[in-house]
């Protein structure tokens, strides 16, 4: 099924290079006026993620054996949602190549190296697509911090909308990030002796590098999100306290009391 999928990859990469073609003739949100790109970049991901994420748990609930025998077990369908995200990852690439530097490009661009490397292995021969499957239930988790950025982006921090969002990326994070990669570490573990020696070593280095830009990404995200906005308001708190009282230690009036303004 090497033509077809081959097919579906070059109509994919067509598909989401257009996106940012129709995107780019469009007005962005006017907070994100001075970061056009980027807003244009993370929306066509969100996309991606939306698609991929939802239909490789769609494949796995519809189909449990794509679990049991990742190598050799698929729906055609499968193989080609694949083929959706190696275009996108290609798509992506030239565009990250195109509108930044090599250095502020290169860590996501050795994520998308090592992911291609393996989907396009798929792809190509048409076993390990139950593997690829699992491995695209981290776009579950992409498609929250995709959100996040946007929410970022376009100066929604803080607010609910930003904080639903936080939450849902850390939560995903464990859920359809890290989960999923344990899972694919272990079964490479155990079943390394049907994997030919090549594509371990792919297999296990892709894991290895999508795992530590996960595990260093969730850190910051907690850290930025919750201890510091925690901190921030245990600060602010403090500071709204002092101001509430008078200079002989006695509490305000509530109506002089400054925790009724807005900030």
Request: aromatic letters at 8%; a positive charge.
């Amino acid at each position: 099924m090497g033509a077809p999928g081959l097919l579906v990859t070059g109509a994919s990469f067509a598909a989401f290079r257009g996106m940012h073609w129709g995107l780019r003739r469009l007005p962005a949100p006017g907070a994100t006026a001075q970061d056009r790109w980027k807003w244009r970049n993370i929306a066509v991901s969100l996309v991606h993620s939306l698609i991929t994420g939802f239909g490789a748990l769609l494949g796995l609930l519809l189909h449990p054996q794509l679990a049991t025998d990742p190598i050799h077990t698929h729906p055609p369908w499968t193989l080609l949602l694949v083929a959706v995200s190696v275009g996108y990852f290609l798509a992506d690439g030239l565009d990250m190549l195109k509108n930044q530097t090599l250095g502020q490009a290169w860590e996501l661009l050795c994520h998308h190296l090592a992911v291609v490397s393996c989907l396009g292995t798929a792809v190509l021969f048409g076993h390990y697509v139950g593997f690829s499957l699992v491995s695209l239930l981290l776009e579950l988790n992409s498609a929250c911090l995709h959100l996040r950025k946007l929410l970022l982006l376009s100066h929604q921090a803080p607010s609910l909308a930003f904080s639903m969002a936080s939450w849902a990326t850390l939560a995903t994070l464990v859920l359809f990030r890290l989960a999923p990669l344990l899972w694919m570490s272990l079964w490479l573990i155990r079943h390394y002796r049907q994997v030919p020696p090549a594509l371990l070593v792919l297999g296990g280095t892709g894991l290895a590098i999508v795992g530590a830009l996960s595990i260093k990404q969730g850190v910051l995200i907690f850290i930025s999100d919750v201890l510091r906005s925690q901190s921030h308001s245990s600060s602010r708190g403090h500071r709204e306290a002092r101001v509430a009282r008078t200079y002989d230690g006695e509490p305000a009036p509530k109506e002089d009391s400054p925790l009724g303004l807005k900030d």
